[in-house]
């Protein structure tokens, strides 16, 4: 996971390029792999958040 720092300085790095999206990190990754096989990248997104909500026990 990216550091909050590193995260807003890649983002203002991409505004002053007047970038029409910016992808920080693992997001490049998740953005193509969502498009080559949308239904494992649900099903591996969905992991961690059904591990948080099992420890919240909603």
Partial sequence: ?????KMVT???KGLQKDQPEILP???KV???GSR???D??????????N???AETNL
Avoid at 1 to 5: D, E, P, S, V, Y
Avoid at 40 to 49: E, Q, T, W, Y
């Fill in 40 to 49: 494992m990248m649900v099903k591996a997104a969905s992991g961690p958040v």
């Fill in 10 to 12: 890649v983002a203002i």
């Fill in 25 to 27: 990190g693992l997001s």
């Fill in 30 to 32: 998740l953005r193509v």
């Fill in 1 to 5: 996971m990216m550091g909050l720092k």
């Fill in 36 to 38: 080559i096989a949308p």
């Fill in 51 to 53: 591990a948080m909500l």
